[in-house]
């Protein structure tokens, strides 16, 4: 499936250090009401966690970053999951060599420093994320 989605807001700002970044952009979009959007970000963390989705066990892997990091890129998108605003990111994190580590944003990586942009989308439907059973993730509706 897909959507024709219009510009609404786009909204800006800076999350306090300490926070979690996941669940402080999710937090943005929930006090803001936005339902459809597009997130992206820059920055730096204190510690990271990050998701590799293994395709065939159907599940995350989670590694631990115990270290400080740039955020050298974050973006994600912004739909629906359990009634609420669900924010899905996936980042690009550099070490003091330059060297990065990617994957999917999971609750659990610390804000230092953080500078977002929102933009949020207006359309005919809602993007409402549920179980697909090909992947065992909860993704889009195909059809
Ligand atoms: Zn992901």
Redesign the pocket.
């Known amino acids: 499936m897909n959507l024709a989605v219009t510009p609404g807001r786009r909204i800006m700002g800076r999350l306090a250090k300490g926070a979690d970044l996941l669940a402080a952009l999710e937090q943005v979009a929930r006090e803001q009401g936005i339902t459809l959007g597009e997130v992206k970000a820059i920055g730096a963390v204190s510690q990271a966690r990050i ?1 590799y ?1 293994h395709q065939a066990e159907r599940q995350y892997y989670f590694l631990d970053l115990a270290q400080p990091l740039e955020i050298a890129s974050l973006m994600g998108n912004i739909s629906v999951k359990d009634g609420h605003p669900m924010v ?3 980042v690009t994190l550099s070490d003091a060599q330059g060297r990065a580590f990617g ?3 999971a609750e659990g990586t610390i804000v230092f420093a953080c500078e977002y942009l929102i933009q949020e989308y207006q359309a005919a439907a809602a993007l409402v994320r549920g179980l697909d059973e090909p992947t065992g993730l909860f993704l889009w509706p195909d059809k």
Do not use: K, Q, R
Request: no cysteine; net charge neutral; hydrophobic share 25%.
């Open positions: 998701g989705y899905h990111a996936h994957g999917h944003l």
